[in-house]
């Protein structure tokens, strides 16, 4: 069974940077499957905010992060990363990562494995 670990969430100032990290473990298929970020604010439903396809050629970004946030992955080392950039507050969320049971998908029922989850706060 995969294990999926998020690290680089923290307290940021508006407009400022972060980077977040998914070690991948317990599976010899990472790079066959689509990864994905979702974030859940405080009253909030988790949403996908970005994903990419098992290679990395095709990526999706929810409209808010678009031209703001980065996804990639680095399939040799089982890690997928989540560049955010011109942080609001508005991103404040916990952010999860996730690994779908397919090779590209942005539905989130086809993503079947979860890590705990890292708290980004964007706040003066």
């Known amino acids: 069974q995969v294990q999926l670990v998020e690290s680089g969430g923290g307290l940021v100032q508006p407009g400022g940077s972060l980077r977040l990290s998914c070690a991948a473990s317990?599976?010899?298929?990472?790079?066959?499957?689509?990864m994905g970020w979702f974030r859940q604010g405080p009253g909030k439903e988790r949403v996908l905010v970005a994903a990419?396809?098992?290679?990395?050629?095709?990526?999706y970004y929810e409209d808010s992060v678009k031209g703001r946030f980065t996804i990639s992955r680095d399939n040799p080392r089982n890690t997928v990363y989540l560049q955010m950039n011109s942080l609001k507050p508005e991103d404040t969320a916990v952010y999860y990562c996730?690994?779908?049971?397919?090779?590209?998908?942005?539905?989130?029922?086809?993503?079947?494995?979860w890590g705990q989850g890292t708290q980004v706060t964007v706040s003066s």
């Open positions: 317990g599976s010899i298929f990472f790079s066959r499957y689509a």
């Open positions: 990419i396809e098992f290679s990395g050629r095709y990526v």
């Open positions: 996730a690994m779908a049971r397919t090779d590209w998908t942005i539905s989130q029922r086809d993503f079947t494995s």
